[in-house]
T-cell receptor, first 116, second 115 residues
């Protein structure tokens, strides 16, 4: 079975500090992709970062980096230098062949609050 | 990234009526489109996967006759909520991909309120 687990319902971070959002996953696919999305109150899903299961290096996109530990099946998102605009819901997601047609499944999400 | 347009952004309808939501890929051909439902403060739950020209594959527990999905072209998929009831009120969001293990791009979502 495919599963994404986000154990932090809510997180607080001080502006300009770094924060780590946790994500663990379970899959039987030999090849899969891991994604992080940001969902502000408007509802749109904003793609942040992608990590392929065979990628040797951790993905980085600007202030976002993904701490990928394949053996532990974790894909934590690190946001550096937090900004007030980072306050939103964050979803970890996974996509692989065995999820049936490469559908994307999502974790429960973590709500991030950035304090001024 | 590629653009997926979802329409309408929000809709209010009377109980018992049907509502159609469109999902269009504007600058790429979407072999596969996905429909999700999101209740307040919850995650996205996949409702169905549609491939162009074939019947949609529904997730367990999703009523096929209530949520009609059509994917007649490579740029358009529609979700029709038939005989809507207040409990169908939710945020519906689509995503589209060119197929295979490629990134799926999301529409803006549709907030449906049934009164």
């Amino acid at each position: 079975a495919q599963k994404i687990t986000q154990t932090q319902p809510g997180m607080f971070v001080q502006e300009k500090e770094a924060v780590t959002l946790d994500c663990t996953y379970d899959t039987s696919d030999p090849s899969y992709g891991l994604f992080w999305y940001k969902q502000p109150s408007s509802g749109e899903m904003i793609f942040l970062i992608y990590q392929g299961s065979y990628d040797q290096q951790n993905a980085t996109e600007g202030r976002y980096s993904l701490n990928f530990q394949k053996a532990r099946k974790s894909a934590n998102l690190v946001i550096s230098a937090s900004q007030l605009g980072d306050s939103a819901m964050y979803f970890c997601a996974m996509r692989g062949a065995n999820t049936g047609g490469f559908k994307t499944i999502f974790g429960a999400g973590t709500r991030l609050f950035v304090k001024a | 990234g590629a653009v997926v347009s979802q329409h309408p952004s929000w809709v209010i309808c009377k109980s018992g009526t049907s509502v159609k939501i469109e999902c269009r890929s504007l600058d790429f051909q979407a072999t596969t489109m996905f429909w999700y439902r999101q209740f307040p403060k919850q995650s996205l739950m996949l409702m169905a996967t549609s491939n162009e020209g074939s019947k949609a594959t529904y997730e367990q527990g999703v009523e096929k006759d209530k949520f009609l999905i059509n994917h007649a072209s490579l740029t358009l998929s529609t979700l029709t909520v038939t005989s809507a009831h207040p409990e169908d009120s939710s945020f519906y969001i689509c995503s589209a991909s060119i197929g295979g293990d490629t990134e799926a791009f999301f529409g803006q979502g549709t907030r449906l309120t049934v009164v």
